[in-house]
């Protein structure tokens, strides 16, 4: 009997995006049917943005192609059909509760970067946002001077010393680097064996389905917070200006933004 209520409420789960992707293709409008035009580097000629570290560019492109296409025609309809049915109050909880689920992330990598006082703030807030924040739904922890810090492992490999590799676009996850896309895969094994040791919904008789359905919403929601859209830049070099974007924040992000500057001078002084 079990696995057949799992069974039934992923295929619900199943429909609902269904009706999601059919009812948002019919309504929302976008006249771009092509990919616009990716100029390349023999073009290029604001060498600031280049210098990154790009030997995959070929692949990279393609993915940066794939992630237009899969945005347009299905990450982005079912973002707006939950945008269209979710009054905006309720979107605003929903967000609260994910960011909230994501101290946990913030917290271990802040460990991990022995940041004794970010740590205990991390902590801080995740408590206090769980409990009088009602899981999340509301973020007392800000107004009590406990602002949000996001850490990864990406981060702490950073931190440490790590470079940052070449760059990477992922399929789906958008722009990267070796090292980020390493510390997204240890971030997501240290989740999913925290929720595994918690498992909340075992006794439920529908865990499979509730995970699913969890996941599901956080990378809707995930998308829904995240306003970049491709090809909108209007800049004709726009791969490299996101590549760009992406590799300084991500210097910033490290929290040794010193030692990425003397590798860039020791860099410049070599060529």
């Excluded at 290029?44 to 296409?69: C, G, I, K």
């Excluded at 996001?150 to 440490?160: H, R, S």
């Excluded at 909340?200 to 998308?223: C, M, W, Y």
Aim: net charge negative.
């Amino acid at each position: 009997m079990k696995a057949v209520s799992s069974r039934s409420a992923v295929r619900v789960l199943t429909l609902f995006c269904a009706l999601l992707l059919t009812g948002c293709a019919a309504t929302r409008e976008n006249t771009r049917d092509e990919v616009p035009a990716m100029h390349t580097m023999d073009e290029f000629r604001d060498q600031h943005l280049a210098e990154v570290a790009d030997p995959w560019e070929t692949f990279n492109r393609s993915m940066y192609r794939f992630n237009y296409y899969f945005d347009k025609n299905v990450f982005l309809p079912v973002v707006s059909g939950y945008e269209f049915i979710t009054p905006i109050f309720v979107q605003e909880r929903i967000s609260g509760i994910y960011n909230n689920l994501s101290e946990v992330r913030n917290f271990t990598n802040s460990l991990f970067q022995l940041k004794g006082a970010e740590s205990v703030k991390t902590l801080g807030r995740f408590v206090t946002n769980s409990t009088i924040g009602l899981g999340g739904m509301f973020d007392p922890a800000t107004s009590f001077g406990l602002q949000r810090r996001t850490e990864d492992f990406g981060q702490t490999l950073g931190y440490w010393g790590v470079d940052s590799g070449p760059y990477l676009v992922l399929p789906v996850f958008g722009p990267s680097s070796l090292r980020d896309t390493g510390g997204l895969a240890v971030d997501s094994a240290i989740n999913y064996g925290i929720y595994t040791a918690v498992a909340p919904f075992e006794n439920t008789g529908n865990s499979g389905a509730i995970s699913v359905g969890i996941k599901t919403g956080e990378a809707i929601d995930t998308r829904h917070q995240q306003p970049f859209r491709y090809y909108e830049s209007g800049y004709p070099f726009e791969y490299y200006m996101v590549r760009f974007l992406y590799h300084e924040k991500r210097k910033m992000d490290s929290g040794l933004p010193l030692a990425e500057a003397v590798s860039t001078q020791n860099q410049s002084g070599k060529q």
